[in-house]
């Protein structure tokens, strides 16, 4: 079992930062590939990024791309979520998920690939 606790959220004006955190309990952080979702307002739970237990292979939504960076720090079983340049658009709540079942990483932009979740954080950009 994996609880997921998700900070950082907040209010900020365009072209601000946040940075997110996902704080994972347990011993087994390392086995776990990490994800970070969002869910606007009457639309569906989209992929932000994520990041395999390695530590060696990320990816992002386009809409993200060039302004986000996700990263995990192993030896605080925390991951994160670096959001720059940030846009109304991405106003949303945030959240984080930890899995191991997925066989291939282009798996890892579904939901599915994820068997945990945290409680999710919310983010909005004022214009």
């Known amino acids: 079992q994996v609880q997921l606790i998700e900070s950082g959220g907040g209010l900020v004006q365009a072209g601000g930062s946040l940075r997110l955190s996902c704080a994972a309990s347990?011993?087994?952080?390392?086995?776990?590939?990490m994800g970070w979702f969002r869910q606007a307002p009457g639309k569906d739970r989209e992929f932000v990024a994520t990041i395999h237990r390695s530590g060696g292979y990320t990816n992002y939504a386009d809409s993200v791309k060039g302004r986000f960076t996700v990263s995990r720090e192993n030896a605080k079983n925390t991951a994160y979520l670096q959001m720059n340049s940030l846009k109304p658009e991405d106003t949303a709540v945030y959240y984080c998920a930890a899995g191991q079942s997925a066989t291939f990483v282009n798996a890892l932009v579904n939901t599915n690939a994820y068997d945990y979740w945290g409680q999710g954080t919310q983010v909005t950009v004022s214009s």
């Open positions: 347990g011993r087994t952080f390392t086995s776990y590939n």
